[in-house]
């Protein structure tokens, strides 16, 4: 079966970097993205993933091993506003996106 | 950037009525809209994905004569919960994109929260 794993919840200090973990098992690959959800709101896109490495975007970044089934995103500088949750999802070979459970991010002053 | 709108943004209805909620692409047309459904503090679940001028493809689990979804133009679709019940109860989002292959991201709409009393 398809399957994708983070953490439910993890918790943070304003101003600090934290990194969110995900691995997956998915019947073919064609990218990894990264959305931001904000509680009664939709999703928002953050970052896209096909190529082993680091792709940077001001303040946060993503990192993609595709032989070890592995990504994180990585949150510098940590502002209240990031408060969140952070969805990892996988585009499989039918081109369908698979998605993660999603990590609570709580950020403390 | 790409603009999906959905309406309404919340409905409250009686049980056993039906509510019909729309998903638009505004500024691009879109091959295939998404539909999920998400319960508080748990993830996005598909319901079903539809393309324009075609059945839609629902995921296992999900009535298909509950959850009628017409997808009559490149920039519009329907989702119309029929015969609602309390357990209905969700936030409704949908989703669109142009074409599936590469870094095409889905764009989400703002979402609807059904509450069926």
């Known amino acids: 079966g398809q399957n994708i794993d983070q953490p439910t919840e993890m918790t943070a200090t304003e101003g600090a970097i934290v990194q969110i973990n995900c691995t997956y098992q998915t019947s073919g690959f064609n990218g990894l993205f990264w959305y931001q959800q904000h509680a009664g709101e939709a999703p928002t896109f953050l970052s896209y993933?096909?190529l082993d490495g680091l792709e940077e975007k001001g303040r946060f970044s993503s990192f993609l091993s595709r032989s070890k089934g592995y990504s994180y995103l990585l949150l510098k500088e940590l502002q209240m506003k990031d408060s969140a949750s952070y969805l990892c999802?996988?585009?499989?070979?039918?081109?369908?996106?698979?998605w993660g459970a999603g990590t609570k991010l709580i950020i403390k002053p | 950037g790409a603009v999906v709108s959905q309406h309404p943004s919340w409905v409250i209805c009686k049980s056993g009525t039906s509510v019909k909620i729309e998903c638009r692409s505004l500024d691009f047309q879109a091959t295939t809209m998404f539909w999920y459904r998400q319960f508080p503090k748990q993830s996005l679940m598909l319901m079903a994905t539809s393309n324009e001028g075609s059945k839609a493809t629902y995921e296992q689990g999900v009535e298909k004569d509950k959850f009628l979804i017409n997808h009559a133009s490149l920039t519009l679709s329907t989702l119309t919960v029929t015969s609602a019940h309390p357990e209905d109860s969700s936030f409704y989002i949908c989703s669109a994109v142009v074409g599936l292959a590469g870094p095409n991201e889905q764009f989400f709409g703002p979402g609807t929260r059904l509450t069926v009393l």
């Open positions: 993933n096909v």
């Open positions: 999802a996988v585009k499989d070979s039918n081109y369908q996106l698979i």
